[in-house]
């Protein structure tokens, strides 16, 4: 079935280190990439998404590139600062209500 | 603008009591929907709701109900609570189904 595998946590880095979580998928068809962030004590919210195969989402300076070759959506971001440690998830959507989601990554970044 | 808002925050229950957890939401959404997280797996839906007055099982429903009050609340009942039920309850909304969802800071349940 549809699923979808991220790395495990947790990741600590630095302040202006380069970031990069791990994000690869199985899927039947042709779904809808996402990053989701959960900052403590908040809800999901929508980091970046990517529709079809070699689009690029970016936000915040975090960028992920959808791979078909490789089944995967890896996100990065150049400098990481104190305020991006958080937990992130990486989830594909197929159809209408169907999303798959990964375990979620927790980033530490330290001053 | 609150966003998605969950009720209670944190809950301890025994095994076979009943609690209903709380979701409003106040950006005019039509659908909803309730989750579950549980330690080293990634967010499993368990119902929702398209629109006001629908409501559909997502991919674990046994052992909860659901009632979509208005279009703003769409509650999630444990009608006897079990300790597999123990985890991190979220609930989100879209505008429409095939949008981006919106989550709340989800309900901690311990199931004793």
């Known amino acids: 079935g549809d699923s979808v595998t991220q790395m495990e946590g947790p990741v600590t880095l630095s302040e202006e280190a380069f970031l990069t979580i791990n994000c690869t998928y199985t899927?039947?068809?042709?779904?809808?990439l996402f990053w989701y962030v959960q900052y403590p004590g908040e809800g999901l919210q929508l980091l970046l998404k990517?529709?079809?195969?070699?689009d690029k989402g970016s936000n915040k300076g975090f960028e992920a590139t959808y791979r078909k070759e490789t089944t995967s959506f890896h996100l990065e971001k150049g400098s990481v600062q104190v305020s991006d440690s958080a937990v992130y998830f990486c989830?594909?959507?197929?159809?209408?209500?169907?999303?798959?989601f990964g375990t979620g990554t927790r980033l530490k970044v330290l001053a | 603008n609150a966003g998605v808002t969950q009720t209670p925050k944190f809950q301890v229950l025994k095994t076979g009591q009943s609690m209903t957890l709380q979701c409003a939401q106040d950006?005019?959404?039509?659908?909803m929907y309730w989750y579950r997280q549980d330690p080293g797996m990634g967010l499993r839906l368990i119902y929702y709701?398209?629109?006001?007055?629908?409501?559909d099982k997502g991919e674990v429903p046994n052992g909860y109900n659901v009632s979509r009050l208005n279009k703003r609340e769409f509650s999630l009942r444990l009608e006897s609570a079990a300790p597999s039920q123990t985890s991190v309850y979220f609930c989100?909304?879209?505008?429409?189904?095939?949008?981006?969802?919106?989550f709340g800071p989800g309900t901690r349940l311990l199931v004793l």
């Open positions: 989830a594909l959507k197929m159809g209408t209500y169907k999303y798959i």
């Open positions: 950006m005019n959404h039509n659908s």
């Open positions: 709701s398209a629109s006001e007055g629908t409501t």
């Open positions: 899927a039947t068809g042709y779904p809808s």
């Open positions: 989100a909304s879209s505008y429409q189904a095939q949008e981006t969802q919106y």
């Open positions: 990517a529709t079809k195969a070699d």
